[in-house]
């Protein structure tokens, strides 16, 4: 059993940047394919990011504002979040699981979530 703690999120303002945080509880944290995804009210869970062992894949709205990272000594996994817009208002989790790169943007693949985060981008 993995569990994951979110972190980070608030309220900004278009155009700041925020970093987001995931603890993870396992001591085979450097195994697991580690993900971000995000929900807006009405919407359907969306992909943002994923970090296998040794690539990243980012979904194309974020791709070069956004950067995912992990630090195995700490457990933890990041995302960076740069150029923020109106439109990435949501609550963001985390999610863990061993993959593969097909699987990284199905939330169904993913075994373990945090509670979420809200980050909420004015105007």
């Known amino acids: 059993q993995v569990q994951l703690v979110d972190s980070g999120g608030g309220l900004v303002q278009a155009g700041a940047s925020l970093r987001l945080s995931c603890a993870a509880s396992t001591r085979t944290f450097s195994s697991y394919t580690m993900g971000w995804f995000r929900q807006a009210p009405g919407k359907e869970r969306e992909f943002v990011a994923a970090?296998?062992?040794?690539?990243?894949i980012y979904a194309d709205s974020v791709k070069g504002r956004f950067t995912i990272s992990r630090d195995n000594a700490k457990n933890t996994v990041y995302l960076q979040m740069n150029g923020l817009k109106p439109e990435d208002t949501a609550v963001y989790y985390c999610a863990a699981a061993l993959l593969g790169s097909a699987y990284v943007r199905n939330p169904n693949r993913y075994d373990y979530w945090g509670q979420g985060t809200q980050v909420t981008v004015s105007s």
């Open positions: 970090l296998l062992l040794s690539s990243t």
